[in-house]
């Protein structure tokens, strides 16, 4: 099966870069830029009717959105090994994670984002909303990083790569409060440890690895 990810800078494609650098299966990756406006160049918004990161290939057929990009991945490379599957202890916290990423945080993240961009007062009722909406988010993650050492459980599984996302390249464009969640520091701690997040931050980068 041949695989090509389409690598927009900054954005939710690295974590297809990391799932592929921890199974160690093989794949092109193509890279973007964004403008200085942060929207992705029209070549990348030319790739799928989307217009959004991530995208990848597969088989000459291009899928995007994230979790179903991470899906398709985390179940046809690397014999499955990082995807849950019905029956695993795992796989009930492992669908919540997996899923909580994009549907849950990371809407209450942007939002908050977005609305800096705009100049929205700090003090606006729905800015107020937002950030204790956000911050109920992360009471939650904490709460369960203090219970288990990865998100689904006892073991490393694609759930631990689309949560790790909010915590690092996310913080590029707004602060999120990792440092007063003390379990959630400690988790990206040890995520971005891991060798195969080292390579993948040295491909997209473009830095030698460390």
């Known amino acids: 099966m041949s695989i090509?990810?389409?690598?927009?800078?900054?954005?939710?494609?690295?974590?297809a870069v990391w799932l592929m650098e921890e199974l160690g299966s093989p794949y092109d990756i193509r890279f973007y830029k964004r403008l200085e406006t942060l929207a992705a160049e029209p070549a990348y918004k030319a790739l799928h009717p989307m217009q959004s990161s991530p995208v990848i290939e597969a088989d000459g057929r291009r899928i995007a959105e994230s979790g179903a990009v991470m899906e398709y991945l985390a179940t046809t490379q690397g014999n499955g090994a990082l995807h849950a599957k019905p029956g695993d202890t795992d796989y009930v916290d492992y669908l919540f994670w997996f899923h909580f990423a994009e549907s849950s945080l990371m809407p209450a993240l942007v939002t908050e984002i977005m609305a800096e961009f705009a100049n929205i007062a700090h003090n606006h009722p729905s800015r107020i909303a937002g950030r204790a909406r956000a911050a109920h988010f992360l009471a939650l993650v904490d709460d369960q990083l203090s219970r288990t050492p990865f998100?689904?459980?006892?073991?490393?599984?694609?759930?631990d790569i689309m949560m790790?996302?909010?915590?690092?390249?996310?913080?590029?464009?707004?602060?999120?409060?990792?440092?007063?969640?003390?379990?959630?520091a400690a988790y990206v701690e040890r995520m971005a440890a891991r060798p195969a997040y080292r390579?993948?931050?040295a491909i997209v980068d473009r830095t030698p690895a460390t």
Do not use: C, K
């Open 4 to 15: 090509t990810i389409f690598q927009l800078d900054r954005s939710r494609s690295e974590r």
């Open 151 to 159: 998100m689904a459980g006892d073991r490393f599984t694609a759930a």
């Open 164 to 184: 790790t996302f909010p915590f690092t390249t996310t913080r590029l464009f707004m602060s999120v409060d990792v440092e007063g969640h003390p379990n959630i």
């Open 199 to 201: 390579q993948m931050r």
